[in-house]
């Protein structure tokens, strides 16, 4: 098989929550550069439509705003896909917020936005997409969830994120869960762990924080957007036909090393 060929979205169908920035603009903005048709959705509109707006100079991508932290949110966005599509091949679960605080004064609130958001969210409308997941996947060619974790998931952070970083690892556990029974209905379900992407959520990290945290990167930089793209088109795409209940760290070796 050719290597354009191999790693080729063109045609497929994705929808990548918190698209409209960060992490989940990177994802989206891979996709459509690479002929996939693109939903993406954020709870402020304005940012999704915008972001958009500019997307589709270069291909197809539509704006669906949602609030996934609310449940009637989720059926709400998941009505609006299968109404427009009648398959959907890469579901991108990107929609995340962190809470900061210490140990002796971390709020409720703190807990609960967090895991609703980071958690509860990925799970629930990866179930109410499932039936359009599934009328994608074939037994040659699975359709795709690509979870999006963090590094914090995997190894103690010096940051008090308590919530944060136990949504993350719980995200990653879920991944796993979650791909050995959706294997069945041809659905292979992944994750990607990133470590230090420019990003308005890294933007609030104390500038110590991230200077250690770059002097223990081995190397030694901050992740670009084509690092991002690069991996998740990889997930979405035949190359990583047979790769099912795996996390990939795009960390630059930090979690593993530091």
């Known amino acids: 098989m050719k290597i354009e060929d191999l790693f080729s979205v063109r045609g497929k169908v994705a929808l990548v929550t918190g698209g409209s920035r960060g992490i989940g603009e990177m994802i989206a903005r891979g996709y459509v550069e690479n002929g996939a048709k693109v939903y993406i959705s954020a709870r402020k509109a304005d940012a999704c439509d915008a972001l958009a ?105 010096d940051l008090e994120t308590y919530s944060y970083a136990a949504s993350k690892a719980g995200v990653l556990h879920l991944t796993r869960m979650m791909a050995k029974n959706l294997a069945k209905k041809h659905i292979a379900v992944n994750a990607i762990a990133p470590g230090y992407f420019p990003s308005k959520m890294t933007a609030g990290i104390p500038q110590e924080f991230a200077e250690a945290s770059l002097n223990e990167t081995p190397m030694k930089r901050k992740g670009q957007p084509e690092d991002m793209a690069g991996v998740a088109i990889y997930l979405a795409s035949k190359a990583s036909g047979f790769v099912c209940g795996s996390v990939i760290a795009v960390d630059g070796g930090y979690a593993t090393t530091a």
């Open 53 to 157: 707006k500019e997307l589709s100079a270069q291909g197809t991508c539509i704006s669906l705003p949602a609030d996934l932290s609310r449940m009637d949110e989720i059926d709400r966005l998941a009505q609006e896909l299968e109404r427009r599509e009648k398959r959907l091949d890469i579901l991108v679960n990107n929609a995340g917020a962190s809470w900061g605080a210490d140990f002796d004064t971390f709020p409720e609130a703190g807990w609960n936005k967090v895991m609703d958001l980071n958690v509860k969210s990925i799970f629930f409308l990866t179930q109410r997409l499932r039936k359009l997941l599934e009328a994608a996947g074939s037994a040659d060619n699975y359709a795709r969830v690509i979870n999006i974790g963090s590094i914090d998931g995997m190894h103690v952070s």
